[in-house]
Structures are given as structure tokens and as C-alpha cells.
């Protein structure tokens, strides 16, 4: 039985031997954002660990899914990207690691208010309720919480711009790429739901 990480950078060397972490950029992306900043005090023996942990009412995804999903963002610098569900900003954080510009929207004014801190100064976290607290166009939009579809978020994207998130489907959810009308699929996920 592997031991778990017990450190951010084995962490990191961790995704990259499950394969999860493929990209030089998103590695030292994740290098210079230390998960254990983002988790609650009392779940802080578990920062490091592969999985999901609970936070104030919702969740601050597993580090293999926040790597997934950064992959398939295919994020360049001089992207705009919105992330909906932004919760503790640990996402949101990473991606500031890639991109220039970081929008992430949270219902949660909690996890809103204690992200701020957190996160580099090319992120702005905002409270509110998913597309009704931006205006403009990205061109990468990140759903961190379950959706019905994309349809919304294809009033906000960029042409040539990539909208990545769980979708769900009847009683499961399902990781989805949407890029230039494509939808590709990348297996089954388990995030919060979006909130009204």
C-alpha cells in the first residue's frame, strides 16, 4: 500500500505518477499553490491526501479532478477565465498560476470572504450567483459544481474559447469538454450541485 503525501510537492509528484498532472505548466502551477492553505484547520492531516474534504456546507474537490480539469482547460496566459463555484479558491488560485485573468464566482459568501486572502492578485473571487454576477466574454469558463448543461455559459464564451464541467446526467455526473460545438466526454465525477 503507497503511503500518502505528506507534503504539497509529493503531492505533486503524486498526480504526475498517476497521470493526472501531464503538462510542465500545470505542474508548477500546482508547486506554487500549497493545497493545505485552502483545506479547514480541522481536516488539515488530510491536505495532502488524493480526495475530497468537506468545506462549510460543500466540498473542496480531490486534487486528481483540480488537475484533470486544468488539463483540459488547455489554458494559455493571456486567457480570461471565469470559474462558477469557486468555493475555498483553490481552483481558482491554480488557474492564476496559468492565466492572466481569474473570475470565480461563489454563492457561499463564507468561502467567498476566505478565499480572498488566499488567492494571487490576477484572481478576484466574487460573491454571487453563478452568470449573474459577470458581464463580458472568457475564454475559459470552469464549472466547479454540477450543472444540467452548458447552455448558459455558451452566451459567455469566447469564440474558439473551451467550457469544461460535470454535467449531469439522469443520476450520475459526467466530466465534459465543450469546444468549438464538440462535446467530449472524461468519465464519471462527483461534485456539489450548483446552487440557486
Known sequence: MQRKPNSND???????RQDRIRSEKVEQAFR?????????????????SDKPLPLNGETISAPHIVAEV??????????????????????????GQLTDRVIGVEINKEL???SR???????EIRHGN????????????????ATENFNEA?????????????????????????KDGEITSHGGVRYVEMQD
Open 10 to 16: 509529493e503531492l505533486v509528484d503524486y498526480l504526475i
Open 32 to 48: 506554487k499553490v500549497d493545497r493545505a492553505d485552502f483545506v479547514p484547520e480541522s481536516f488539515i492531516e488530510d491536505a495532502y
Open 70 to 95: 486544468t488539463e483540459l482547460l488547455d489554458l494559455e496566459s493571456s486567457h480570461k477565465v471565469l470559474e462558477i463555484g469557486s468555493g475555498s479558491g483553490y481552483q481558482a488560485a491554480i488557474l
Open 112 to 114: 467567498t470572504e476566505a
Open 117 to 123: 486572502p488566499k488567492i494571487p492578485e490576477n484572481v
Open 130 to 145: 453563478g452568470f449573474s454576477s459577470v458581464d463580458g466574454k472568457f475564454d475559459r469558463i470552469l464549472f466547479s459544481c
Open 154 to 178: 455558451l452566451n459567455f464564451v469566447e469564440d474558439g474559447g473551451v467550457i469544461v464541467g460535470p454535467v449531469r446526467e439522469d443520476d450520475k455526473q459526467v466530466l465534459r469538454k465543450w
